[in-house]
């Protein structure tokens, strides 16, 4: 009978695992300040592109249109929210 940790890797020193190799070069990229700016511009230029090509497909008329009133609906609502939130602060 097999033990399940027959397969695991023995690590020999002076020997980097790829997973620790590619944990300390993950890590090096979350220690510069620019990455997560750089990832969130990456990420909202192709949500852009994304809708422009939907609106050229003409898959636009699967996703619900929006309105003013449904905007202003919401703007409401999030202004009711912020300002209890506001009085929760002052009160305690």
Do not use: Q
Not at 8 to 36: H, Q
Not at 68 to 90: A, C, P
Request: with cysteine; hydrophobic share 50%.
């Amino acid at each position: 009978m097999m033990s399940a940790f027959n397969n695991v890797a023995v690590n020999v020193p002076g020997e980097r695992n790829v997973w620790d190799k590619l944990s300390f070069v993950i890590s090096r990229l979350r220690e510069r300040l620019w990455i997560k700016p750089l990832i969130i511009c990456v990420l909202s230029i192709g949500a852009v592109f994304l809708a422009d090509l939907m609106d050229k497909t003409g898959l636009g008329r699967f996703v619900p249109e929006i309105t003013k009133e449904s905007r202003l609906g919401v703007l409401v609502k999030l202004r009711i929210v912020l300002l209890k939130i506001v009085e929760l602060g002052t009160c305690t």
